[in-house]
């Protein structure tokens, strides 16, 4: 590992600036693989909702690949970059930045990354489905929203997250997963398959999930790694509010996850990306073809990522997008939430539906359904029109209970 460490700060960032180019994009890619988890039974991590979309780009890029006249193997460099940041948001940007602004035609990057406590959600996915916002802010667990689509997943210190960025006409996701499980049997004979969702798993339970982001020029698949993440919290992280969502966004799947530590307790993720990190390095750029030191000592080794603006212009915006409420919420497919209450009475309570319409992130139509009427009442109240949240939620439902039987038709048209 020192010997691969090799390049200081300032041979790195004029490595940066030879390999980076200005981004070429002329419109959104295609997202086709994506996280995806939830909470249930069983505690739960990432996983993969596979589409026939999904499978239709990847022949498609399988195509291409054998189509387009391509760069040999031996032209092809490799490092592995090792971000210095735990912090979710500035992960988010790097990963961003290298996909908009380097040159992977020659250089192909393995970047290793892992961040403090927070959920992440897919692009297309509502938060509010995947946990309790609320509940995340008050324990200080971060939410964050990345730019690859699919569904949620738990990252703390003990979750290795690798992204493989390739031009797009060189993606290939099987390719990455195997350097993973050869690194795990190389390092410590642990036994992994790739299922047909091309999740990592031992003995159907669930270690790394995966997702990509096809652009052009350039593409990356990046995956998880569980290590040794705290499944207690991952488990609370995951618990969304009890209520009736009814939204068209991206859902999540469950499945039952699996420490690495848990199979041999020597693991640990300090080791885990050595591991990883060797065994790319030491395969062929295509071809998973063993060359050992030999090949190893042909690239540009492991080096220090720093993510800040002197190494990379341009990355405290693309941190500030992400960690706006614009993007972490404002980007929630619109989406209701229906919820029943029992209002006190005199003899007997009354039940009605509570209903909330929420587009961009707020409030935009609050109202009650009585028993056996189908006309709904609305709601006055100052939560019209700002951002939904459960807080706010039982705000509303807390003010409605107080509410009589004998007056509701009143109370339905005056202030909470």
Not at 23 to 38: H, K, L, N, V, W
Not at 345 to 359: N, P
Request: contains cysteine.
């Amino acid at each position: 590992m020192s010997l691969l460490l090799r390049r200081n700060s300032s041979q790195l960032r004029l490595l940066l600036q030879r390999l980076a180019v200005t981004s070429t994009e002329t419109s959104t890619p295609a997202i086709t693989r994506c996280y995806s988890s939830d909470s249930g039974n069983n505690v739960t991590d990432s996983t993969i909702a596979t589409t026939t979309t999904a499978a239709a780009a990847d022949k498609q890029v399988q195509s291409k690949r054998k189509s387009m006249p391509s760069v040999a193997d031996a032209d092809i460099k490799k490092s592995v970059f090792i971000s210095q940041s735990h912090d979710i948001f500035t992960n988010l940007a790097l990963e961003d930045w290298l996909y908009k602004n380097f040159d992977f035609s020659h250089h192909h990057v393995l970047l290793l990354w892992a961040n403090d406590p927070c959920v992440v959600i897919g692009r297309h996915q509502n938060p509010f489905t995947e946990s309790n916002v609320s509940k995340l802010m008050e324990r200080g667990i971060t939410l964050a929203r990345r730019n690859s689509g699919g569904g949620a997943v738990f990252h703390d210190r003990g979750n290795l997250n690798c992204t493989f960025f390739t031009p797009r006409e060189r993606y290939d996701r099987k390719y990455n997963l195997n350097i993973v499980t050869r690194a795990l049997f190389r390092e410590w004979a642990i036994k992994t398959e790739i299922n047909e969702r091309d999740d990592i798993v031992i003995k159907n339970k669930k270690i790394s999930g995966t997702a990509a982001k096809l652009g052009r020029p350039n593409a990356y698949h990046h995956c998880t790694i569980l290590a040794s993440a705290n499944k207690l919290h991952l488990g609370e992280a995951l618990v969304k509010e009890p209520a009736n969502y009814i939204s068209r966004a991206t859902a999540s799947v469950p499945s039952p996850i699996r420490n690495l530590v848990d199979v041999n307790r020597n693991v640990n993720v300090a080791q885990l990306l050595s591991a990883v990190g060797y065994e790319y390095l030491r395969t062929a750029a295509t071809m998973l073809e063993d060359g050992g030191s030999t090949q190893t000592m042909k690239q540009r080794g492991f080096q220090l990522i720093n993510p800040t603006e002197k190494w990379f212009p341009g990355i405290e915006e693309l941190r500030v997008n992400y960690s706006s409420w614009n993007w972490v919420i404002g980007k929630t497919p619109n989406f209701t939430v229906e919820k029943e209450l029992e209002l006190k009475g005199d003899e007997s309570g009354m039940k009605l539906k509570l209903t909330v319409q929420v587009e961009g992130g707020l409030m935009n139509n609050i109202s009650v359904q009585l028993p056996q009427s189908e006309q709904p009442i609305a709601v006055v109240t100052p939560l019209q029109g700002q951002a939904y949240n459960e807080h706010n939620l039982n705000g509303i439902i807390d003010a409605l209970k107080m509410v009589s039987t004998s007056n509701v038709q009143q109370a339905m048209n005056s202030s909470i």
